[in-house]
């Protein structure tokens, strides 16, 4: 396989090229935009945590005898409160340094 006619393209060039086709989103940085972000990832780590929770009470009462699935959904919402939690944890070190700023 030839792939030398490749040399010409740079991450640039491919960045444009998806933006073009609509194959990613524009990156949007605005202040709404990250805060819908965040919203959305609070939210998705609820829906998992309610998840985890009502697994454990299907095992608990006999419904469901797959500890293989409880054991997914707890590890699912462990990561995703753990990531939740260091995401909280940089904005919070973000807004102590801006509030550090002398203006």
Do not use: C, P
Not at 3 to 27: M, R
């Amino acid at each position: 396989m030839d792939i030398s006619v490749l040399n010409g393209v740079t991450s640039d060039y491919l960045n444009n090229f998806a933006q073009n086709e609509s194959l990613v989103q524009k990156k949007d940085d605005s202040f709404s935009s990250v805060l819908s972000s965040a919203m959305d990832a609070i939210d998705e780590t609820n829906d998992l945590q309610n998840d985890a929770e009502s697994e454990t009470i299907r095992f608990a009462l006999g419904e469901s005898e797959n500890t293989h699935d409880l054991l997914i959904a707890q590890t699912k919402a462990l990561t995703a409160l753990q990531y939740t939690t260091a995401v909280r944890d940089k904005m919070i070190d973000a807004y102590k340094e801006i509030m550090q700023i002398s203006i």
